[in-house]
C-alpha cells in the first residue's frame, strides 16, 4: 500500500522556471491539499481539492496552480518560481469530507536559486 | 481566517523530564488533530479529539480537548530520546465555514537530551 507518493523529493529551480510537483494516493479519498513547510511557520496550507474537479485557496495560494482531473492525482505547478518559494512541501489526503487524520506524503525539497 | 496557535515554539528537556504542548484557538473548533514530525521526515497522524473536555491516552501521551473546545494540549511524561520531534495540532472550523481545510499549528519542536 504506497499511500501518498510525491515526487520529486528534490529540486534546484532557476528564477522563472516552472514546473510540477507531482501527489498521488491510492487510497481513494476525496479529500487532497498541498502544505509548505518553513522554518518556524509551521504547515501553511497552498490549495486543497475537495473532490475531482474541485479545489480552493488556502492561507498562500499565490504562485501555485493546482487541478483536480482525477481522484488520485493533485499535481502543484510553480508558474514562475521565486526564491521565495524555496521551501518544503508537502502533499496530504484525507477521507471523504475532510475528516478523519491526513496522509502525508514524503515530501518534496525545492530550492530556487 | 482560522488560526491556531501553538507554545511553546521550542522545548529542551532533559531524558525523564516531563513535556507539554498547548493550542489555543479564537473561535470553536470541530476538533482537534496532533501530528508528530521527527526530524526530516513527514507528519504523522497520533490523535483526533471530538468531544468538550475530551482526554485521550496513548502510552506516555495525554491529550485534552478543552471544555469550550477552543484549546488543546499534548502531555508527555517522562521524555525518551524517540520523542524528538516537531508536535502540531491541527484543526478544522465548525461547520458553516470551509470544514475542510485542515490548518496547522506552528508546531513545537521537542529536544532531549540523553
Known amino acids: 500500500n504506497a499511500g501518498v507518493t510525491q515526487t520529486p523529493k528534490f529540486q534546484v529551480l532557476k528564477t522563472g522556471q516552472s514546473m510540477t510537483l507531482q501527489c498521488a494516493q491510492d487510497?481513494?479519498?476525496?479529500?487532497m491539499s498541498w502544505y509548505r513547510q518553513d522554518p518556524g511557520m509551521g504547515l501553511r496550507l497552498i490549495h486543497y481539492?475537495?473532490?475531482?474537479?474541485?479545489?480552493d485557496q488556502g492561507e498562500v495560494p499565490n504562485g501555485y496552480n493546482v487541478s483536480r482531473s482525477t481522484t488520485e492525482d493533485f499535481p502543484l505547478r510553480l508558474l514562475s518560481a521565486a526564491p521565495s518559494q524555496t521551501s518544503v512541501y508537502f502533499c496530504?489526503?484525507?477521507?471523504?469530507?475532510?475528516?478523519?487524520?491526513?496522509?502525508f506524503g514524503q515530501g518534496t525539497r525545492l530550492t530556487v536559486v | 481566517g482560522q488560526q491556531v496557535m501553538q507554545i511553546p515554539q521550542y522545548q529542551h528537556v532533559q531524558e525523564g523530564e516531563d513535556f507539554t504542548t498547548y493550542c489555543n484557538s479564537s473561535?470553536?473548533?470541530?476538533?482537534i488533530q496532533w501530528y508528530k514530525q521527527r526530524p526530516g521526515g513527514h507528519p504523522v497522524f497520533l490523535i483526533q479529539?471530538?468531544?468538550?473536555?475530551e482526554v485521550k491516552k496513548q502510552k506516555r501521551l495525554t491529550f485534552q480537548f478543552g471544555e469550550a473546545k477552543k484549546n488543546s494540549s499534548l502531555h508527555i511524561t517522562a521524555t525518551q530520546t524517540t520523542d524528538v520531534g516537531t508536535y502540531f495540532c491541527?484543526?478544522?472550523?465548525?461547520?458553516?465555514?470551509?470544514?475542510?481545510?485542515?490548518?496547522f499549528g506552528k508546531g513545537t519542536l521537542l529536544t532531549v537530551n540523553p
Open positions: 496530504a489526503s484525507s477521507l471523504t469530507g475532510g475528516r478523519g487524520e491526513a496522509f
Open positions: 479529539l471530538v468531544k468538550s473536555g
Open positions: 473561535t470553536t473548533l470541530s476538533n
Open positions: 491541527a484543526s478544522r472550523p465548525v461547520r458553516g465555514g470551509s470544514n475542510y481545510k485542515l490548518t
Open positions: 481539492s475537495v473532490g475531482a474537479g474541485i479545489t
Open positions: 487510497m481513494n479519498h476525496e479529500y
